[in-house]
């Protein structure tokens, strides 16, 4: 019986998710420990390269810590965060640490094979035109799982 009530109870403690959708499609539900991480890659539209933007989820708000690319263009500063550096024909601007908020949206382009990229995990965001929307949510882990499974079911 003590163990029906503590399965109980930790399926009702609220925990910290990392949610992936569209305006009306869920893509997935990751769980967001403190110092959790994930990366937007995307092909710059006009350049054609690759580059990452490099996200960390603390303490409930999502943050952006740093930034990769292939060559400067219209729009991009000459430095931000605490260092920027060439490396592997990079531009890396690391220690950038600025508070987004609770929610991040991306709007896709018809070239751009944006991803999301959080550990193993690697997401299509395909839907040309589309605005994914990444956001943090605090809720009990039965509706977690609940919204996970119908992900599964679909």
Same mark, same amino acid.
């Given at each position: 019986?003590?163990?029906?009530?503590?399965?109980?109870?930790?399926?009702?403690? %609220?925990?910290?998710?990392?949610?992936?959708?569209?305006?009306?499609?869920?893509?997935?539900?990751? %769980? =967001?420990?403190?110092?959790?991480?994930?990366?937007?890659?995307?092909?710059?539209?006009?350049?054609? #390269?690759?580059?990452? @933007?490099?996200?960390?989820?603390? @303490?409930?708000? /999502?943050? /952006?810590?740093?930034?990769?690319?292939?060559?400067?263009?219209?729009?991009?500063?000459?430095?931000?965060?605490?260092?920027?550096?060439?490396?592997?024909?990079?531009?890396?601007? &690391?220690?950038?640490? *600025?508070?987004?908020?609770?929610?991040?949206? &991306? *709007?896709?382009?018809?070239?751009?094979?944006?991803?999301? /990229? =959080?550990? @193993?995990?690697?997401?299509?965001?395909?839907? %040309?035109?589309?605005?994914?929307?990444? #956001?943090?949510?605090?809720? %009990?882990?039965?509706?977690?799982?609940?919204?996970?499974?119908?992900?599964?079911?679909?």
């Amino acid at each position: 019986m003590a163990v029906i009530i503590i399965g109980i109870a930790l399926s009702c403690t %609220p925990k910290t998710y990392l949610i992936l959708k569209t305006d009306t499609d869920i893509k997935a539900i990751l %769980p =967001a420990a403190a110092e959790n991480t994930f990366t937007i890659q995307w092909q710059h539209s006009v350049e054609k #390269e690759l580059w990452e @933007e490099f996200f960390k989820v603390k @303490e409930d708000a /999502i943050y /952006i810590e740093g930034t990769r690319f292939k060559t400067f263009g219209a729009g991009v500063p000459s430095s931000a965060g605490n260092d920027t550096y060439i490396k592997d024909g990079w531009v890396h601007m &690391v220690g950038i640490d *600025r508070k987004i908020g609770d929610e991040l949206r &991306v *709007r896709t382009g018809k070239t751009t094979a944006h991803k999301f /990229i =959080a550990g @193993e995990q690697s997401i299509d965001m395909a839907e %040309p035109g589309a605005s994914y929307i990444i #956001e943090t949510r605090t809720m %009990p882990v039965v509706q977690a799982w609940s919204q996970k499974l119908l992900l599964v079911l679909r």
